[in-house]
């Protein structure tokens, strides 16, 4: 190789190592450990991140958009999925359902249908959906219908964690069904830097 060409790969490592670095700093994940006001770890809250500079909305995540009865429960119990998705409410017990919600952001009723049918409901506005069934007084499922691309709900140890964020400023809010706050739900303001932000949330619930 002569000197010219040397240099020439030279600068080009250099622009490749700087592009590879300047894309990295602006990416951020968020990693949110919810705790209740005892400490102990609360699961299925719904953690959902709005930048500054609104993100495109989503168009799907990676689970299914299904809410599945079995064993008198619904499965998952709660849901996320975009706005405007039409969710499947498969039923997979023995016994017949009527499901039903009440809640501002989609008040349906679903009539009486059985076993390894499906029926299927539209969301089209963002908000918190409760859902109840009919004949079985004990049955609760939320469904949270988004307008970010960036929400997932906590798992066991209350922890969840967001990839993909733009770094600078966000409102962090996070969802749960006994949460003590307005619509069940907290927000946090927060700045995002490059890389692993870490944020621990105290959410008290009502017990
Ligand atoms: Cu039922």
């Not at 990416?27 to 705790?35: F, I, S």
Request: net charge positive; hydrophobic share 45%; aromatic share 8%.
């Amino acid at each position: 190789m002569n000197r010219t060409a040397s240099i020439l790969a030279l600068i080009l490592a250099l622009a490749a190592l700087f592009a590879v670095s300047a894309h990295a700093g602006d990416v951020a994940t968020l990693k949110v450990v919810v705790k209740d006001n005892r400490g102990l770890p609360i699961q299925d809250a719904v953690v959902t991140v709005f930048p500054a500079k609104a993100a495109a909305p989503p168009t799907s995540f990676l689970w299914p958009s299904a809410m599945g009865q079995k064993d008198l429960s619904f499965v998952p119990g709660t849901l996320i999925v975009p706005k405007g998705t039409r969710v499947a409410f498969p039923n997979f017990d023995r016994v017949r359902h009527s499901i039903y919600s009440f809640s501002d952001a989609a008040k349906f009723e679903i009539s009486l249908y059985g076993r390894d049918q499906t029926r299927s409901q539209g969301f089209p506005i963002a908000g918190n959906v409760a859902l109840g069934c009919n004949i079985h007084d004990q049955m609760r499922g939320y469904i949270k219908v988004v307008d970010t691309p960036y929400a997932a709900k906590t798992d066991r140890e209350g922890r969840v964690v967001l990839d993909g964020l733009p770094t600078g400023a966000v409102e962090v809010r996070i969802w749960h069904p006994a949460a003590m706050a307005s619509k069940n739900e907290a927000d946090h303001d927060t700045v995002l830097g490059a890389g692993l932000n870490s944020r621990a949330v105290v959410l008290p619930l009502r017990r």
